[in-house]
Each structure stands twice: as C-alpha cells, then as structure tokens.
Antibody, heavy 116, light 103 residues
Framework: QITLKESGPTLVKPTQTLTLTCAFS??????????VGWIRQPPGKVLEWLAL???????RYSPSLKNRLSITKDTSKNQVVLTMTNMDPADTAKYFC????????WGQGTLVTVSS | EIVLTQSPATLSLSPGERATLSCRAS??????LAWYQQKPGQAPRLLIY???NRATGIPARFSGSGSGTDFTLTISSLEPEDFAVYYC?????FGGGTTVEIK
C-alpha cells in the first residue's frame, strides 16, 4: 500500500523560506520509473503543479516558480523535500505531494498560510 | 507552455444523467492526458490516464476519449458520489476544473 504524508510549518511570514517534507511508504525512489511531485491549491482555487523529482534525480520545476523552488530526495529516509523561498501571502495554499507520473497516489495535503 | 481549457465551468445535472466534460489543449503534442476528481477537503483522485485508460479501482461509468487537442471525460450515469470538481492535466499543467453539481 502506497502512502504519502506532507509535513511542515502551518504559518510562515512573508519573505521567509518554506520547507516541506513528503514522507512516503510502499515504494522506493531508487526504483526506475518512480516520480514524486508537489502540487498546491490556494483555498477555493485550482491545482498548480510545482515540482517533480524522479528516481534518477532529474528535477523539473514550474516555469513561473522555478527561481524560488528546490526539490530534493533522501532515498534512505523515503522522503522528498520541497523548499520555496521568498514566501508571499499569495503562496497561501494546501500543498500536496503525489507519487507517479500520473500522480496516482496523493498525500492528504498540508495547509500553509503566509501572513505577518 | 501548454494551456488547458475546461468546459463548461459548471455542469448542473441530476443523478442518473450523463455528464460530458471537455478539456482543450492549446497544443496538440500528446495523448498523455489525465483526469482527476476532487471532493471538498480531499486530495484529487486519478480517474483516467493516457486519455482513455481507467485508473485502478475506477468504476466503468467513467470513460475518457480524445486525442490531439480535444479530450472528453464522460460519466455515463451520475451517482450521488460523483458530484465533485474534475480537473484535466497534460504534462505538468492542470486545467481550470469543471464542477459537476446536483441540479
């Protein structure tokens, strides 16, 4: 059974850096073909893909956010970490991690509020 | 960058009716289109991948079709649990969603 769970701060201040962790089980990011991505959803709004990392450590970022994002993996810990710099109130959203190229499995999401 | 346009924005139907949702891509390079269902407070759930393949555990009333720039998600007979928001996705771009609401 594949599970994913996001964790990190619920409140960050403008200009701070956000660090989110996706802890997963049921698969290995060292297995060929495996991907983990991050997606966010502002309250009442639509989904926005942020970043993706694969088993080969290839990384892809949203063109509009690539200067602020970094995605890394720790295969031994079964974790993927997303960092986003220079947070703004417009970044308030629920942040999800998901497994697979088609995002077959999702975490429950974690709500991050950006406010002073 | 691909833009995905979903229509209609809202679909008001009764249980038992057929739902037809559209997703149009600004470029027609791929059939790697997926559909997701999202209910309030929940994460999205993958329904369809590669335009027409049902994901594991998805009922047969959900079907996908299309290629190039025009794709369709059809729900043959709406069940009460199908009233939700539906998103298409191609590559790493999501559409704006279609809300299927009870009429």
């Amino acid at each position: 059974q594949i599970t994913l769970k996001e964790s990190g701060p619920t409140l960050v201040k403008p200009t701070q850096t956000l660090t989110l962790t996706c802890a997963f089980s049921g698969f290995s990011l060292s297995t060929s073909g495996v991907n983990v991505g991050w997606i966010r959803q502002p309250p009442g709004k639509v989904l926005e893909w942020l970043a993706l990392i694969n088993w080969n450590d290839d990384k892809r970022y949203s063109p509009s956010l690539k200067n602020r994002l970094s995605i890394t993996k720790d295969t031994s810990k079964n974790q993927v970490v997303l960092t986003m710099t220079n947070m703004d109130p417009a970044d308030t959203a629920k942040y999800f991690c998901a497994h697979g190229w088609y995002f077959e499995n999702w975490g429950q999401g974690t709500l991050v509020t950006v406010s002073s | 960058e691909i833009v995905l346009t979903q229509s209609p924005a809202t679909l008001s139907l009764s249980p038992g009716e057929r739902a037809t949702l559209s997703c149009r891509a600004s470029q027609g390079h791929s059939s790697y289109l997926a559909w997701y269902q999202q209910k309030p407070g929940q994460a999205p759930r993958l329904l369809i991948y590669d335009a027409s393949n049902r994901a594991t555990g998805i009922p047969a009333r959900f079907s996908g079709s299309g290629s190039g720039t025009d794709f369709t998600l059809t729900i043959s007979s709406l069940e009460p649990e199908d009233f939700a928001v539906y998103y298409c996705r191609q590559g790493l771009t999501f559409g704006g969603g279609t809300t299927v609401e009870i009429k």
